[in-house]
């Protein structure tokens, strides 16, 4: 069975640091693209970070890129997004997916498994 655990959310203040991790059980890491999406109160699901299983490219929302470095760790079957300079516009709440594609999808119908979710919420 395949499970997905986003953990390592919480409360910020504007310009800090927090890192969320995906801890996978029932799939390997290295064996799917991994992508990061979030979803703030009111707004659609939208996409924020990736990594490809074949090529370890990684692609980026615009609205995080140079800021949300995504990396995985295959030995701890575990996904990180690592979230700095963080801005309240990134106060949602933070799901990782893995898909079979090869490309990093942005689509959420395009993964398979799905996380529960961890909330971040950044202050001012």
């Known amino acids: 069975q395949v499970q997905l655990v986003e953990s390592g959310g919480g409360l910020a203040q504007a310009g800090g640091s927090l890192r969320l991790s995906c801890a996978a059980s029932?799939?390997?890491?290295?064996?799917?693209?991994i992508g990061w999406f979030r979803q703030a109160p009111g707004r659609e699901r939208e996409f924020v970070a990736g990594i490809s299983w074949s090529t370890s490219n990684t692609y980026y929302a615009d609205s995080v890129k140079g800021r949300f470095p995504i990396s995985r760790d295959n030995a701890k079957n575990t996904v990180y997004l690592q979230m700095n300079s963080l801005k309240p516009e990134d106060t949602a709440v933070y799901y990782c997916?893995?898909?079979?594609?090869?490309?990093?999808?942005?689509?959420?119908?395009?993964?398979?498994?799905w996380g529960q979710g961890t909330q971040v919420t950044v202050s001012s």
């Open positions: 029932g799939v390997t890491v290295r064996s799917y693209t």
């Open positions: 997916a893995f898909s079979r594609r090869v490309v990093v999808p942005t689509h959420q119908s395009l993964y398979a498994y």
